[in-house]
């Protein structure tokens, strides 16, 4: 009988060596860090980025907001009147304190200031959208009205969102974007025209 035909323990069968090589690569935990970070990475990425969205998005619209509330108080005090009022001074003003979380020069930015006859005429005023579901400023002015007139200064700002992920879930007008939102209305007190 001729012992090299034989299988001893350097020659053993393939299926023997494959199991075996499986086998140690099961048993071994070196590579399990590493396996498991890169399948929560993704996720937790993920979540990070959405938070962060979500965070800076609220924080420009509430900085919006007070920008508003600031210019219709100077409107409201005849700090800014009629007579003096230029558009562009207007929207310089709001944009540059916008500036500090949107791109300069405000692209996205729109203003509608106008004079009312009363509280309930204002309140019946909507945001119209066109039908491509972007924001309709067709009827936008900057028309302020004198002391004591009531009137209403709405900003729009078209914000975007800048997560792939999230634009689908997060952007409500075309272009994957959100709008912001805010309004003031008011009785300009009794100053001097």
Known sequence: ?????????????????????????????KGSVAIEFTALALPFSMLVFAIFESC???AAQQLMSNVTD??????????????????????????????IVVSTGCPGLFIDLKRYDTFADAAKVRTKFTADNDLDTSDFKIEP????????????????????????????????????????????????D
């Open 145 to 192: 009205g004198l002391s004591m007139s009531k009137n209403q200064l709405r900003v729009f700002y078209k914000w975007p969102v800048m997560t792939d992920l999230l634009r689908k879930s997060m952007s409500n007008i075309k272009d994957g974007k959100t709008l912001h939102f805010a309004s003031v209305t008011w009785q300009n007190e009794p100053f001097d």
């Open 1 to 29: 009988m001729d012992m090299s035909s034989m299988p001893g323990p350097d020659q053993d069968s393939a299926p023997v060596k494959r199991r075996r090589i499986l086998d140690r690569f099961v048993r071994d935990a």
């Open 56 to 58: 800076i998005s609220f």
């Open 70 to 99: 600031d210019v219709a108080r100077q409107f409201r005090t005849g700090q800014i009147k009629q007579a003096t009022l230029n558009p562009q001074d207007l929207r310089d003003m709001i944009c540059n304190r916008l500036e």
